[in-house]
């Protein structure tokens, strides 16, 4: 292959060239081969089965549900067995991290739900760090929504008001708008990241339940529940309803509705179809 007259140091640099690319191309194979296992792994864990409940008729402490949006305003024959309820999605870096549970680098979509998973099941818990489990929760009382996973650091849902530079209170890589205002985005915080010197306050992550008749809203604050009845989820330092958007977010888990923390309201001041939403087991 070399003639007499080629140097020695032209042929080891060829060489080493072309041994430095065989272990690149190996790289690139193992890392294609990790990405993807990591990927199904992922993929495993968010979609683990859960069960809900315990059933009862009325909402309480310490149960584990789903969040349904009533209805959502796109075609009613592509939507009918979706069985679409608020979900957790694992963003790209959180992958790329190997990250394999939920985490605060986490977004919320409304995505089809084959059946009740670690993705797409919360548990109702105290604002505070009282255990209230089997008490029943009531019209205008306030609770936080936890993750079911990491069961050693809870994870909550929250959101905020912009900041003084009218930055986001959460990173999202997607986001809605309403009459070119950016809407506030849901996210999920730690519970060691959540408190009075945190990052981020212990009200942030208070929602409480509102009837969905504007004009039985009053007589109804204090009463109980009842499981499957349309409500308006409100989030209680913006004052501010829980809303999904017909507005997709390409997620690791595919196309997926995003959410927001945002008021619609009609005409006649009640709040359209992207505010109410249902608590199911």
Not at 30 to 54: A, C, H, I, K, M
Not at 225 to 250: W, Y
Not at 252 to 273: A, D, I
Request: charged content about 20%; some cysteine.
């Amino acid at each position: 292959m070399y003639g007499p007259g080629v140097k020695v140091g032209n042929w080891l640099e060829t060489a080493l060239s072309e041994e430095m690319r065989v272990s690149e191309m190996k790289k690139r194979r193992e890392s294609g081969n990790l990405l993807l296992d990591r990927t199904r792994g992922v993929y495993d864990r968010f979609y683990q089965g859960t069960v809900l409940g315990p059933p009862q008729d009325v909402l309480a402490f310490g149960v584990v549900v789903q969040i349904r949006p009533v209805n959502i305003s796109v075609c009613r024959q592509q939507v009918a067995d979706q069985n679409l309820v608020l979900s957790v999605v694992i963003t790209q870096e959180g992958l790329h991290r190997n990250c394999n549970t939920i985490n605060e680098m986490c977004d919320l979509t409304v995505a089809p739900s084959p059946h009740p998973a670690l993705r797409n099941s919360f548990r109702i818990v105290s604002p505070n760090e009282d255990d209230r489990t089997g008490q029943y929760l009531a019209y205008g009382e306030k609770f936080r929504l936890q993750a079911l996973e990491p069961a050693d650091e809870p994870m909550y849902v929250f959101s905020g008001p912009k900041r003084l530079n009218l930055s986001l209170p959460v990173d999202k890589a997607f986001f809605t708008t309403k009459n070119g205002e950016v809407t506030l985005p849901l996210g999920l915080v730690s519970h060691k990241n959540c408190g009075p010197s945190a990052r981020v306050p212990t009200s942030h992550t208070h929602f409480f339940c509102a009837h969905k008749d504007p004009d039985l809203r009053f007589e109804s604050e204090g009463k109980t529940i009842p499981v499957h009845n349309p409500l308006i989820i409100v989030h209680a330092v913006t004052n501010r309803n829980l809303a999904v958007e017909n507005v997709l977010a390409n997620t690791l888990f595919g196309p997926e509705f995003q959410v927001s923390v945002q008021t619609y309201k009609n005409v006649y001041k009640r709040e359209t179809w992207k505010n109410q939403w249902k608590f199911t087991y």
